[in-house]
């Protein structure tokens, strides 16, 4: 079965910066992307990422936050700058196998995701 594994979270003062990572034990995936969950609401999108590259940003952190990824390390990013007490939450790692629709949008839903870590929390205080 296929891990995934996210690091790189932690406590940070608002306007400051944090980079996840997630480690994927392969990369077959067509997209993967990061979401968070705060306690007592659903799971929102973050940003999501088509292997050749293309990107999609929640609006909420289009500017601040950037989604990238290392092929050949089979590796996840997600750097996030200027971040707000409003960002603090549960952060997961996400991959989907197949091509969505008809490929052009990525998707940025949960629930068009099958494989998740564990998650790591990101924590911003004012």
């Known amino acids: 079965q296929v891990q995934l594994v996210e690091s790189g979270g932690g406590s940070v003062q608002a306007g400051g910066s944090l980079r996840l990572s997630c480690a994927a034990s392969?990369?077959?995936?067509?997209?993967m992307g990061w979401f968070r969950r705060v306690p007592g609401k659903e799971r929102e999108g973050v940003a999501a990422i088509e292997r050749r590259g293309t990107t999609r940003y929640a609006d909420s952190v289009k500017g601040r936050f950037t989604i990238s990824q290392d092929n050949a390390k089979n590796t996840l990013y997600l750097q996030m700058n200027s971040l707000e007490p409003e960002d603090t939450a549960m952060y997961y790692c996400?991959?989907?196998?197949?091509?969505?629709?008809?490929?052009?949008?990525?998707?940025?839903?949960?629930?068009?995701?099958?494989?998740w870590g564990q998650g790591v929390q990101v924590t911003v205080s004012s």
């Open positions: 996400a991959a989907r196998r197949q091509v969505y629709g008809t490929g052009s949008i990525v998707p940025l839903l949960p629930n068009n995701y099958d494989n």
């Open positions: 392969e990369y077959t995936y067509y997209y």
